[in-house]
T-cell receptor
Framework: AQSVSQHNHHVILSEAASLELGCNYSYGGTVNLFWYVQYPGQHLQLLLKYFSGDPLVKGIKGFEAEFIKSKFSFNLRKPSVQWSDTAEYFCAVNNPFWAGGTSYGKLTFGQGTILTVHP | ETGVTQSPTHLIKTRGQQVTLRCSSQSGHNTVSWYQQALGQGPQFIFQYYREEENGRGNFPPRFSGLQFPNYSSELNVNALELDDSALYLC?????????FGPGTRLTVT
């Protein structure tokens, strides 16, 4: 069974600091990769996704992530964080060929990383 | 806003009772997935419905069941509630590989 591991449970930064959140997954086949964000009191929102092609993907709000197939990693980065980035971040993996041809597959989530940004 | 709505927002039930949670999918989305998110954890996949048929199931017992209706809305039913069922239940709708989440239903079992 595939699994997703996020390296840090809680990251605390000051505004303008750079951010990198680690994500590793266990499945060796074709995967789709996602980062979701959950702002306080809000629902899960898609931050960015990787399906194929350029392994460096850009998402909303200045976030980007790099897919490194050899390391089974999909780390999230942002050059300069803002107080409004305070949220919980989830890495998720989807195996697009799981459970038959009509299924778009389940998402397997990491345990989440809480990011606190101090002004 | 994703267009995915869930009801109710909060619910308190007693151990042994049954509960039904509801989800309206985003317009045009024919697939609905349900997830359980315990406090401090990432969401765990319960099951997925595609065109009214269960299309995959996670590691949850049979007392977790569901339905999808012709308009693609969905229900999650949990029988014989246990204290460990206390969690945020998330519904996600999709047309392809991207899943869009609703705000969730917070279930507390006492």
């Amino acid at each position: 069974a595939q699994s997703v591991s996020q390296h840090n449970h809680h990251v605390i930064l000051s505004e303008a600091a750079s951010l990198e959140l680690g994500c590793n997954y266990s499945y060796g086949g074709t995967v789709n990769l996602f980062w979701y964000v959950q702002y306080p009191g809000q629902h899960l929102q898609l931050l960015l996704k990787y399906f194929s092609g350029d392994p460096l993907v850009k998402g909303i709000k200045g976030f980007e992530a790099e897919f490194i197939k050899s390391k089974f990693s999909f780390n999230l980065r942002k050059p300069s964080v803002q107080w409004s980035d305070t949220a919980e971040y989830f890495c998720a993996v989807n195996n697009p060929f799981w459970a038959g041809g009509t299924s778009y597959g389940k998402l397997t989530f990491g345990q989440g990383t809480i990011l606190t940004v101090h002004p | 806003e994703t267009g995915v709505t869930q009801s109710p927002t909060h619910l308190i039930k007693t151990r042994g009772q049954q509960v039904t949670l509801r989800c309206s999918s985003q317009s045009g989305h024919n697939t609905v997935s349900w997830y359980q998110q315990a406090l401090g954890q990432g969401p765990q996949f319960i099951f997925q419905y595609y065109r009214e048929e269960e299309n995959g199931r996670g590691n949850f017992p049979p007392r977790f069941s569901g339905l999808q209706f012709p308009n693609y809305s969905s229900e999650l039913n949990v029988n014989a509630l246990e204290l460990d069922d206390s969690a945020l239940y998330l519904c996600a709708s999709s047309l392809g590989y991207e899943q869009y989440f609703g705000p969730g239903t917070r279930l507390t079992v006492t």
